[in-house]
């Protein structure tokens, strides 16, 4: 029975079946428009939604910007954490081909010499042996027969986590560029904030000694002079923490490409030079499950569990053994005649009482898989959630940018139109003090705006899973990823 079992090629335990893709038809009870609405600013162009277009392995490339295509290239090639992600493959897919030689016998070669003397009762009679020298040699071979699929399981477990690594890099590879993009997007936004604000206090400088001409000619009063002075402080006071951001995003770079904040990137980015990506790829739901790096790293750890309960169940049977040896052995020539020594065996071992240790392993085994598939469908909700959260942000991020583009037009004209009037008398350096403020805040509302909508791009983009099934060497390795 046993032999007829192994001939077989049984392996007791769950065969593992992959989730079925959740039925889902769409990421919101509402369905998605056609695109967004338009500004005449730079970024504010309508984003088209388009289903089942399929993401680009290099996505970063659709900001259009040389400076950022180069930082990313060169934090993949130089970031630790996407190195050890890389070691940790390798590590894994050693593992599993160690784990494969379970499945062959065990082939070993001895020999020995020795010098021995015996005693003259040891050998029954009262002559005496003289010394000699005994050598021997062997070939042994070992084979613990799979019966029950056992080994075959734990290499099952051992290439699904092979896989799980292979999708911890796909996340690894993911995340990395996103923060570098991210933080692309935040140096543009710090240095435009910084610029702008530079700006407002360039403004009221002006208008400060302005206000100082005329109070010593008699023709402003002492308070517009104190509540411009307070007004320019206040303005000046906003630069010192943007211009911290901005120095902590640069070492936050430098730290993207594995380099000490000293040795920080020498690129710095615009919003005007980084195009906003105007179609925008939605996979179908579907297709998410299979796109999603976490997902698929979450389904190697659900397999590897599914694996684990065979192993657990294997080990509650009995364990087959094969084992042979041929050699020599004598005093004088090694495989003369009549020198020859071999063996050949089986043996069979049965558990019989080991504390219910094994019983529970195996169940313990059981509550891991079942800890995994939750665990798997958590991530999958996850996901989803991440998608429709991306897609309702660009919806509402196009009207934020639209309507703050409005409001800086409107504070900028109310602002012309106050200096006018302050020029010729007709309001008061307070009301010209209140539409400064409110165009300083418009034009830092407007960047900020759009800063938003290409962060959320990249949420987007990230939350599809990132293309990596569509870059070259993905392709070219069949499918498989590769470090880069």
């Known amino acids: 029975m046993l032999a007829a079992a192994w001939l077989a090629g049984c392996a007791v335990g769950p065969d593992f079946v992959r989730p079925a893709p959740p039925q889902a038809v769409g990421y919101a009870r509402e369905p998605l428009p056609a695109q967004t609405v338009a500004s005449d600013i730079h970024g504010g162009d309508a984003q088209r939604f388009v289903q089942g277009l399929d993401l680009p392995g290099d996505w970063w490339t659709l900001f259009r910007s040389p400076a950022l295509n180069a930082i990313i290239e060169?934090?993949?090639?130089?970031?630790?954490?996407?190195?050890?992600?890389?070691?940790?493959?390798?590590?894994?897919?050693?593992?599993?081909?160690?784990?494969?030689?379970?499945?062959?016998?065990?082939?070993?070669?001895?020999?020995?010499?020795?010098?021995?003397?015996?005693?003259p009762a040891s050998v029954g009679s009262g002559s005496t042996i003289p010394p000699f020298t005994l050598k021997s040699a062997s070939v042994n071979v070992t084979y613990l027969l799979d019966v029950w699929g056992g080994t075959r399981r734990q290499v099952e477990a051992l290439t699904a986590q092979a896989e799980f690594q292979r999708f911890e890099l796909e996340a690894s590879y993911l995340t990395l560029i996103s923060n570098v993009v991210l933080a692309a997007l935040q140096d543009a936004s710090l240095r435009a904030q910084v610029a702008a604000t530079q700006e407002i206090v360039d403004i009221e400088t002006q208008q400060l000694a302005g206000l100082k001409r005329e109070f010593a000619i008699g023709a402003a009063a002492n308070t517009a002079v104190l509540a411009q002075a307070a007004a320019l402080a206040q303005a000046r006071a906003a630069l010192p923490p943007l211009q911290k951001q901005l120095a902590q995003t640069r070492n936050q770079l430098a730290a993207y490409l594995g380099r000490f904040p000293n040795d920080a990137p020498t690129e710095t980015f615009e919003l005007e030079a980084l195009q906003l990506p105007v179609?925008?790829?939605?996979s179908l739901p579907s297709?998410?499950?299979?796109?999603?790096?976490?997902?698929?790293?979450?389904?190697?750890?659900?397999?590897?569990?599914?694996a684990e309960i065979g192993v657990a169940t294997a080990n509650l049977l009995p364990q087959l053994t094969l084992s042979a040896a041929y050699g020599s052995e004598t005093a004088q020539t090694l495989f003369g005649p009549g020198t020859a020594v071999w063996n050949i065996g089986v043996g069979l071992l049965q558990p019989l009482f080991e504390g219910g240790t094994l019983l529970h392993r195996r169940r313990a085994a059981i509550a891991a898989y079942d800890a995994a598939a939750a665990q798997y469908r958590v991530t999958v909700v996850t996901a989803f959630q991440n998608v429709a959260d991306a897609l309702r942000a660009l919806q509402s991020d196009a009207n934020a940018v639209n309507a703050q583009a409005a409001a800086e037009r409107a504070a900028a004209d109310s602002l012309a139109a106050s200096q006018r009037q302050f020029r010729i008398g007709e309001i008061s350096h307070l009301a010209l003090l209140d539409a400064q403020r409110t165009y300083q805040q418009a034009r830092i509302g407007e960047i900020q705006a759009r800063v938003a909508r290409y962060s959320d791009v990249v949420a987007l983009f990230q939350a599809l899973g990132g293309g990596w099934w569509n870059r070259a060497d993905v392709r070219e390795d069949g499918g498989n990823a590769v470090a880069r």
Not at 79 to 105: C, D, I, K, W
Not at 279 to 282: I, M
């Open 74 to 119: 060169r934090a993949l090639a130089a970031n630790p954490s996407l190195q050890a992600a890389q070691a940790a493959l390798r590590e894994a897919n050693e593992t599993r081909l160690a784990g494969e030689g379970a499945l062959f016998p065990t082939i070993s070669a001895g020999a020995s010499v020795t010098r021995e003397k015996k005693a």
């Open 279 to 282: 179609t925008l790829p939605v």
């Open 287 to 306: 297709q998410l499950v299979a796109q999603r790096p976490d997902i698929r790293a979450s389904e190697a750890l659900l397999h590897a569990a599914s």
